[in-house]
């Protein structure tokens, strides 16, 4: 096996060539330790069943230019990644020192990049709009696999057992899943097509319990959930005519719900995962219902739910607010007016507030939500084109990105004022290792 | 994307001949916005390089066979029913029109995005 990726060094750290496309299977290399740029081809260990203790040792003795931040020891669990959508980079942060410890580059087009992270908490894989799926090593700080994967991507999600990712494509539409040690491709789903006869674009992909995946099909109304119990032969059940364009779509926090949202008609589509047989109904149908919709300038975001004290707080689409569900009838109680089109919508962990940004041209506004008074509590104005938001563990912080500012502003939720900025090119997504163990994410 | 890159003081911006010749060129500062916009906020569905989203690529050789002025009405009026929305509100006619022209000749980089 070493032999093989020594043949191919893409499949290794900084040998890789970023455009290379991926052409059939890479190896496995089942010694993680060893991987990293030169060590690589230098550590020939016989028989790949070692002990752990044993592997590091080598590791180190083989790798004598292992960077510094291996050398000291150090858990994931305050890190996490800005993307740095015009420029392909991203920077790995650190949310106790607020700081940047490192700036990756080479992973192509991030514009609407998203991340999910490995269940230990130590990769980030980055999902980039022209279909690169990078993954990035965040103790090592380096590219550790990139393959191109479609011509046209939006985001992904990780499996329950952590093993597949799956990744989300817009052309071809569809999704693919891989072996997430490995990147090697294992299934490739086709989505059923659109209108114009070419396979819909794929949105809102989720992972839900029991090793499954549940996404909905922009141009063709359906959501399919995908059972990946066997990712080489993934098995699909699809629900038909759940509405006209779904735009995104999440799955509630505790994997039971998936709801999608709609673009083309009134109201959102809710699946029950643990009765599926009864099919995908509409809900808050009546919302907007013979109102003037606003022009959309840009699509909400549903994966950042914010589900409060049994509500789930939701982006309306085409109006200024945020509407007020309740989790158990599924109906609407209130809706709380904002300062424009909810892109958005996020809980702080304990739910407490709900913090919202905007679509253009109101994108220089964050609102804070009381969800006790349901009432914006305060404005803020954290800088140029606000394009995502992300708290910290346990939401003593929240981070912001202001992409023509070019910088990170970091606000203590509990005084709502800026205690710290971080420079950073045109930055889009935020995504903390936190996430790595939340359902939906 | 093959374009040439708009050189820095936007005021030699070379004027391609066509349409845009027809109207007047929006002052250099404005077309900096206009690119800006095209690619950061039309980029939100149409992607940053225009390559694509939720709305189609905007690249020469997707454009290459649309007529002008329905591509120019798209802009300023959106098309209901689908997610293109109307930008009259952000931008006049001769401006959406001029953006058409850099559009169909793949002259859209900004001096800094």
């Not at chain 1, 740095?84 to 650190?94: N, S």
């Not at chain 1, 817009?170 to 090697?184: C, H, I, M, Q, S």
């Not at chain 2, 850099?102 to 859209?108: E, H, M, T, Y």
Request: glycine share 10%.
């Amino acid at each position: 096996m070493i032999e093989a990726a020594r043949r191919r060094p893409l499949a290794c750290g900084n040998a890789f060539r970023p455009e290379s496309r991926l052409r059939g299977v890479e190896p496995s290399l089942r010694l993680p330790r060893t991987e990293p740029g030169s060590g690589a081809a230098r550590c020939r260990i016989p028989g790949a069943e070692l002990a752990a203790t044993l592997l590091v040792a080598l590791a180190f003795a083989c790798a004598p230019a292992t960077p510094a931040s291996a050398q000291t020891l150090r858990g994931t669990g305050d890190l996490g990644v800005v993307i740095e959508r015009a420029t392909g980079r991203v920077q790995v942060v650190d949310t106790s020192a607020k700081s940047s410890l490192a700036t990756i580059a080479g992973l192509g087009d991030l514009s609407h990049a998203s991340v999910v992270f490995s269940r230990d908490g130590r990769y980030a894989f980055v999902f980039g709009r022209d279909g690169g799926l990078t993954k990035i090593d965040l103790l090592e700080q380096k590219i550790a696999r990139r393959v191109l994967q479609a011509g046209n991507s939006i985001g992904g999600a990780i499996s329950q057992d952590g093993r597949v990712v799956a990744a989300q494509n817009y052309t071809p539409g569809g999704v693919r899943l891989f072996d997430a040690a490995t990147l090697e491709p294992l299934a490739e789903i086709r989505a059923a097509p659109g209108l114009d006869g070419t396979p819909s674009k794929v949105v809102g992909l989720a992972d839900a319990p029991g090793q499954r995946f549940v996404a909905s099909l922009f141009d063709a109304g359906e959501i399919w959930v995908i059972d990946a119990s066997d990712p080489r032969a993934p098995k699909v059940e699809k629900f038909t005519g759940i509405g006209r364009q779904p735009y995104d779509g999440f799955v509630t926090p505790d994997g039971r719900w998936y709801i999608a949202g709609l673009f083309g008609e009134d109201g959102l589509a809710l699946l029950d995962l643990w009765h599926p047989e009864r099919g995908v109904r509409r809900i808050l149908d009546r919302y907007g219902k013979g109102e003037e919709k606003l022009p959309v300038y840009k699509m909400p975001h549903l994966r950042g739910w914010a589900i409060a004290a049994g509500y789930a707080y939701l982006p309306a689409i085409g109006r200024n607010e945020v509407l007020v569900v309740d989790t158990r009838d599924w109906n609407e109680v209130a809706r709380v007016p904002v300062a424009g089109q909810p892109v958005f919508a996020i809980a702080r962990p304990d739910a407490r507030q709900v913090w919202v940004n905007f679509a253009f041209p109101d994108n220089g506004k964050v609102q804070v939500i009381d969800t006790e008074t349901r009432s914006v509590a305060k404005t803020l104005e954290p800088g140029k084109a606000v394009l995502h938001l992300e708290f910290t563990p346990r939401g003593e912080a929240v981070w912001i990105s202001a992409r023509d500012d070019h910088k990170v502003v970091v606000y203590d939720t509990a005084t709502l004022r800026p205690i710290a900025t971080l420079a950073a090119d045109s930055p889009s997504g935020i995504f903390f290792t936190t996430r790595a163990a939340r359902m939906g994410f | 994307m093959g374009a040439t890159g708009v050189p820095a003081g936007a005021a030699s911006v070379a004027v391609p001949d066509g349409p845009v010749a027809r109207t007047s060129a929006p002052a250099p500062a404005r077309q900096q916005e206009l690119l800006r916009l095209l690619r950061q906020d039309c980029g939100s569905c149409h992607g940053m390089r225009l390559t694509g989203g939720l709305g189609p690529a905007l690249t020469p050789e997707a454009l290459s066979a649309r007529p002008e002025a329905g591509l120019v009405a798209t802009i300023v009026a959106g098309r209901p029913g689908t997610a293109m929305p109307p930008w009259r509100r952000f931008l006049s006619e001769a401006e959406a029109q001029w953006l058409v022209v850099r559009l169909v000749s793949g002259d859209v980089e900004t001096v800094r995005d």
